[in-house]
């Protein structure tokens, strides 16, 4: 990656952080877009050249984690076993220095509490629709590269990008509603290994 795509990543990483932040300590309908830019250094009309709305910013964090881990098996090893390369590629993206759940801003049982609202906002459920469908269909596509498979035609690619993002999101629920909160990285290696056994590789 450039500077200059880095830099715009790392413009985009902020905007959708001060996002997510602001709209957990003061709730989604009392956050506007200047409020996210000021907060990320930017102005409104930079916030616009990324994102289309505030909840799109809010969404963008969860998909650009889903469409690295689309990226990291394309860039694995060729004639690895295929759930070695999904756990490696998945796990990464929810290691500790990942930075999953940014630290929390003030009380921690208050910051997870907040999230828990801010993700059962029904605003944010068409863009929580929308970016699911992408990166499934992109992880799909890794898949079905590494698997000989045809994600047009065969079930089994589909199938598989459906069920590891499933387990993400579960793993990610179970997070925020355990108390103390069980890491993400360790429930999701527990998905994994429960699904590997049931669903193999064609």
């Known amino acids: 990656m450039g500077l200059r795509e880095r830099k715009k990543a790392e413009t985009r990483a902020a905007l959708s ?5 602001l709209t957990v300590e003061r709730g989604f309908d009392d956050v506007k877009v200047e409020d996210i830019a000021e907060a990320a250094g930017v102005s ?3 916030f616009n050249n990324y994102f289309s709305s505030k909840g799109e910013a809010i969404v963008a964090r969860h998909l650009d984690r889903s469409l690295r881990v689309a990226e990291a098996l394309r860039g694995e090893p060729a004639g690895e076993p295929l759930w070695d390369v999904l756990g490696r590629s998945l796990l990464a993206q929810f290691a500790p220095d990942a930075a999953v759940i940014e630290d929390p801003v003030g009380d921690g049982v208050e910051w997870v509490a907040g999230v828990r ?3 059962a ?3 944010l459920r068409g863009e929580m629709l929308r970016a699911g469908a992408r990166a499934e269909a992109e992880i799909a596509a890794a898949i079905a590269d590494r698997t000989g498979t045809d994600p047009n035609r065969d079930l089994y690619p ?5 069920t ?3 387990a993400a999101n579960t793993a990610m629920a179970h997070y925020l509603r355990t108390d103390p909160p069980v890491p993400v990285e360790h429930s999701l290696a ?3 290994a429960r699904l590997e056994a049931g669903l193999g590789t064609p």
């Open 17 to 21: 952080w001060a996002a997510i932040r």
């Open 44 to 46: 409104p009309r930079t």
């Open 117 to 119: 609202v801010m993700l």
């Open 121 to 123: 906002e029904p605003a």
């Open 158 to 162: 589909n199938l598989v990008a459906a």
């Open 164 to 166: 590891v993002l499933a």
């Open 190 to 192: 527990e998905a994994l």
